[in-house]
Each structure stands twice: as structure tokens, then as C-alpha cells.
């Protein structure tokens, strides 16, 4: 697998990074992130800004927990607004906290909520140009809770499993769901939102 682009790693300084490292440990020791090491997380979450397309200008990161990838595609992609989604009152109380420490608030917005109350919310329906996880459960519930909440024409980006595994994704349910994809960039999986005439010609995948 080829390492992920280096081209926006100046963008970021170093101390901003080393506030990064210290949200990711503190998630880590409280059980709200893998122990894994902090550098291979970070270098995971960063083909997520590798795959954002330079024309995206709002994204959602769903089930964002210890804000992984959310918070390293915040520093990565400086032109983005995101929005950092999770269920847990105590995971986004965290993540309210991690936005002020790394000087994030002017761009990047915390909200505590099910995914599922917000596709059905005419705010965040078809709102933004990316929707991005790590994976919410089955991988169609995942496209299909992501589709709902981006604009036709916009992206989908998933975690993906080591290139040597199956695919999990069944075409015939992503083509239903009005999909174009997966293409694969590092460790994540990209699919193109179809723009259509009318909902009509939007089928839901059981």
C-alpha cells in the first residue's frame, strides 16, 4: 500500500500536531480509541484527506467518537467545514473540548445526535458535499445512513479492511442506493453520490 500524500502535511504545524497526539492518548486512556499507535491513527485517518475532493467545502463525520478521522482531516483540509457527529453526550463533551484545544471553532462544529434523526431532518438531509466514517454497522446501512445526508454530486468515504480481503460491498445494492463505486485510495473506499431528476429515480437498498 502506498503511503498517503505529503502535500498537506505542511500545512500543519508541529505544534498543533503534538496537541493532536495528546487528545488521541487521552481518548486512548479513557477507552475511547484503540491503543494502537498514535502515529499509525493518524497516518490511517490521513487518507481521508487524501480522498476529500478539493471542490468539497462542507463534510460530516459520522459516529466520530474520539474525533477520528474528523479531527485530522480539520487539520489537514483547512478549507472544510466539518461537522463531528456522535450519539455519546460524553464523546462529543470530549470532542467540544479537542475543537477548542486545537483552534478549530471557527470551521468545525460538535453535535450529539443519532444519524438516523438527522437524515430525517430537512437541515442535514442531502446537506453535505462528504459524509465520511469509519463504519457505523453493516457496510450498506453505512452508505445508505451517508447517502441520505449528502448532496447529489457529493462523496462518500469509508474506512476500508487490508487491500488482500474480500470486497464487502455488493454492486447491486450500491447501484440501488444510487452510487457510483467503490474506488479505492489507501485505506479508504470512495463513492460517487448520482445526481438524478427527480427522488423517484432513488431506489433505498434493503
Not at 106 to 118: A, L, P
Request: hydrophobic share 40%; glycine share 6%; aromatic share 4%.
Amino acid at each position: 500500500m502506498t503511503e498517503p500524500s505529503a502535500t498537506n502535511s505542511n500545512l500543519v504545524d508541529e505544534s498543533r500536531l503534538r496537541v493532536l497526539e495528546r487528545i488521541l492518548r487521552e481518548a486512548q486512556r479513557i477507552g475511547a480509541l484503540s491503543n494502537a499507535p498514535v502515529a499509525e491513527i493518524i497516518s490511517h485517518a490521513k487518507w481521508f484527506a487524501d480522498a476529500m475532493p478539493h471542490t468539497a467545502r462542507t463534510a460530516v463525520d459520522l459516529g466520530s467518537g474520539a474525533g477520528v478521522p474528523g479531527l485530522i482531516v480539520a487539520l489537514f483540509c483547512p478549507y472544510l467545514r466539518l461537522h463531528l457527529v456522535d450519539r455519546r453526550v460524553g464523546r462529543t463533551d470530549v470532542l467540544v473540548r479537542a475543537v477548542h484545544a486545537l483552534n478549530l471553532v471557527d470551521r468545525v462544529t460538535v453535535r450529539c445526535s443519532e444519524i438516523t434523526d438527522m437524515t430525517k431532518d430537512s437541515t442535514w438531509a442531502k446537506h453535505f458535499d462528504v459524509a465520511m466514517s469509519r463504519g457505523l454497522g453493516p457496510p450498506i446501512q453505512t452508505l445508505n445512513l451517508s447517502r441520505d445526508l449528502v448532496k447529489p454530486g457529493g462523496t462518500i468515504i469509508i474506512s476500508e479492511p487490508p487491500p488482500d480481503s474480500d470486497s464487502r460491498w455488493d454492486q447491486q445494492q450500491v447501484r440501488a442506493l444510487g452510487l457510483e463505486g467503490p474506488s479505492r485510495i489507501g485505506a479508504v473506499a470512495m463513492f460517487h453520490v448520482k445526481q438524478f431528476g427527480s427522488d423517484d429515480d432513488e431506489t433505498t437498498a434493503s
